[in-house]
């Protein structure tokens, strides 16, 4: 079953802090991977996507990781803001579903003064 | 910047009654899709459209849901007959296709939502 795994669920930084949070995927067959910040009650916005050949990829202050064989990725969020306070989720497209996208459940990120 | 735009923002309706939620994709975009997210859960993919019909369908997608184009700029969701676990928020969403080809880009824009109280 194609599914979507975050970690953690939750996490609480301070303002200036880096943090990392994990995305596992069971997707096949992989077509790229994507993380998207998610206000809350807002629709989710891209911050990046790769695909099986891309290792990594940034978008300012967020880096995202992707390990293909091992179907392992990562954001990693330098210099925090309050601003970043949201909720990240992994999402991965299946080769062929066009934008059938598989979302995680996310982590929500609250970053404090 | 270009947008996807969703009306009402939200929407409270009794147990029953059938609701459309509208969205206005991005003017040049070709692909058009529906997901959901019930409170506290993941965010699900519904339907895709292209080209006129329905490209693909989850199976949460059952005969109570429909989509349409009726204009040039519109995209519809209309549930039927509103059941409570209808209630969720749901994002309309809009790609672009790589150029001279039917293959939708990888990006999809989502609208802000439509938050659906069925009660």
């Known amino acids: 079953k194609n599914q979507v795994e975050q970690s953690p669920q939750s996490l609480i930084i301070l303002e200036g802090k880096n943090c990392t949070l994990q995305?596992?995927?069971?997707?096949?067959?992989?077509?790229?991977l994507r993380w998207y910040k998610q206000d809350t009650g807002r629709g989710p916005v891209s911050l990046t996507i790769m695909t099986f050949s891309e290792n990594t990829k940034s978008n300012g202050r967020y880096t995202a990781t992707l390990d293909a064989d091992t179907k392992q990725s990562s954001l990693h969020i330098t210099a925090s803001q309050l601003s970043d306070s949201a909720s990240y989720i992994c999402v991965v497209s299946a080769r062929g579903g066009y934008n059938k996208l598989i979302f995680g459940a996310g982590t929500r990120l609250a970053v404090h003064p | 910047e270009p947008e996807v735009t969703q009306t009402p923002s939200h929407q409270v309706t009794q147990m029953g009654q059938e609701v459309i939620l509208r969205c206005v994709p991005i003017s040049n975009h070709l692909y058009f899709y529906w997901y959901r997210q019930i409170l506290g859960q993941k965010v699900e993919f519904l339907v895709s459209?292209?080209?006129?019909?329905?490209?693909?369908k989850s199976e949460i997608f059952d005969d109570q849901f429909s989509v349409e184009r009726p204009d040039g700029s519109n995209f519809t969701l209309k549930i039927r007959s509103t059941k409570l676990e209808d209630s969720a928020m749901y994002f309309c969403?809009?790609?672009?296709?790589?150029?001279?080809?039917?293959?939708?880009?990888?990006?999809?824009?989502f609208g802000q939502g439509t938050r659906l109280t069925v009660v």
């Open positions: 459209f292209y080209n006129n019909e329905i490209s693909e």
């Open positions: 969403a809009s790609s672009p296709v790589f150029p001279g080809t039917a293959t939708p880009n990888t990006e999809a824009f």
């Open positions: 995305c596992n995927y069971t997707v096949s067959p992989f077509s790229n």
